[in-house]
């Protein structure tokens, strides 16, 4: 190197102070490591408090993860993939304003499969609230609903019993009935008894030919009922004597599909009808989508208040933490009159306590994996893991040394050495 070249010589200064810095770090850590090894079970169990709170975080994440995981899928077992098109009412019509009906059609439905060719299922619902005869006097209330054979793969039924409405019941107008698991339980004792059972609906024999059950518990937001009885529709226009209908469902190949296919169904079905009439198209996939937020919320409550033992854990780090200062307060004032800054003085006890918070949690990492892990391991059920929930117990137990250990840290710096060399 020439020595008249100030580039070149600027540039050997910066290795020499980067090394130097180095090797201060370096000192620390051996020092922090060497301070461990000395005083083994204080380490271990100020540590401890890092390893039971990060653990929670861990647990607590994977726990509201699977929790989501879960009602997410039941959720989507319920219609998430279908449009309900409701009749919502009339215009007017007229100096004198008089309201009008403009129900839906079954040439509606058609109207919708001829020009929405991603449609995969529809099924129009005529609903009726009739008195149920079981001879000799016998009969109650039921909610009867008229629908097509298409009904079961858009609600997600499950036949438990016998079979479901086909296209022969509807084209050849068969008085046969499916019900639900409660009615033919309370009425008949058992599912299987229900088989063949006739009953009457104002006069007209039917027989039940199945019994169904939903595949999941749609929190009341369908228009089945505990105890309804499903007939096909062509017979249900018998009790009202027109085609008039205030529902059709219809059911995409997809979720994503829906939101474009409730607005072209809407369009399509208002373009056929006169320009008062209101009509909707509803979708589950906003209450989807609603669910998951709210979960997500939950998870970050929860997260929250695991977050407190964290908390817990770096008081205990900060106690012991000064407790040492206190203890070591010979070697902190040796240290300075050799030489040593505040700044390398703080800086060793703050790596000191960011090693006891990290060390913690690792280990805590370890602990709250573990019990996900051996299920997932040892049993057929998939626990959501995260990265981010390792991440995340990451930094909190870095963000935790560094909070904890600032104050201990910074008293030792501040200690004046005479006073510290006196101390017995």
Sequence with gaps: MHPNDPARHHAFE????????????????????????????????????????????????????????YI???LEKIETNSVELEYAGG????????????????????????????VLYSSPIMENHARISFGRGVSRETLVLGVSPQYQQIRNLIVTV???????DDSAHIKCAVVTVKFAVE????????????FEIIGITFTIIGVFKEAVDDFGQSELAEQTILIPFSVSRYFTGSESLRQIYFSMRTMDEVPEAASEIKRIVSARHRP??????????????????ILNYLTLLLIAVSAVTLAVGGIGIMNIMLATVRARTREIGIRKA?????????LQFLTEAVLISLVGGIVGIIVGLAPPLAIRFFTDYTIPITLWSVLIGLTAATVVGVIFGTVPATRAAQMDPVESLRDE
Excluded at 187 to 198: E, F, K, L, P, T
């Design 14 to 69: 910066q290795t020499l102070l980067s090394a130097g810095r180095t090797m201060v770090l370096s000192e620390v850590l051996k020092l922090a490591v060497d301070n461990f090894r000395s005083s083994k079970l204080r380490f271990a169990l100020t540590a401890l408090g890092m390893v039971i709170g990060t653990a929670s975080v861990i647990l607590v994440i994977t726990i509201g993860l699977t929790g989501k995981h």
């Design 72 to 74: 997410l899928q039941e």
């Design 91 to 118: 215009g007017t019509i007229g100096a004198e304003r008089v309201v009008y009906n403009d129900y839906l059609t079954r040439e509606d439905e058609k109207a919708v499969l001829a020009q929405l060719p991603g």
């Design 162 to 168: 016998g079979r479901f409405l086909d296209d022969e």
């Design 187 to 198: 009425r008949y004792g058992s599912a299987d008894a229900a088989i063949g059972q006739n």
């Design 276 to 293: 008062g009439s209101i009509y909707t198209a509803q979708t589950l996939k906003e209450m989807l989508g609603i669910a998951e937020t």
């Design 338 to 346: 050799l030489g040593a800054t505040r700044r390398e003085i703080k």
